[in-house]
């Protein structure tokens, strides 16, 4: 299964069709995706973000793409997506999205994003507010 369906759309195509996997994934209650374009392990409740607990939190706890030369700028764009909180729609309603300890790679394409760090003991976390404001990204 490849996750690009058409190359005209490049890389916006390919992020736009893994987030439209993983709200497939949602639905179902599978909390990992395991393709051989890209790998995705999540969850989908409580979580301690800041300074306090919040609900709807998307966990990202692992998460690699396996091919693609734009790797990371697809990974942007995957995270820009799901903040955006509106095309493709999480059927199932998500406040905030978090990257528990991600790769260092992929830090840089979090900061870039503005998301807030956590830190938890030696581990450093990422998370965003999902506000349908992912033009002003």
Known sequence: MTIITDPKEGVMGAARAMVEILYDHMD???????????????RLG???????????????????IHRGANRWTIARMFAATII????????????F??????????????KALHFQPYRIGDRLDFWHV???????L
């Open 46 to 64: 409580e979580h301690r973000l800041g300074d306090s607990c919040k609900g709807q939190v998307l966990t990202i706890e692992d998460f690699a």
């Open 84 to 95: 955006r909180g509106r095309y493709p729609m999480p059927r199932i309603p998500i406040a």
């Open 97 to 110: 999205l978090h990257y528990q300890a991600p790769k260092l790679a992929l830090v840089d394409c979090l």
């Open 130 to 136: 999902v506000d349908g404001q992912g033009e002003l």
């Open 28 to 42: 179902r209650g599978a909390g990992r995706i395991d393709l051989p374009a890209f790998t995705l392990t999540w």
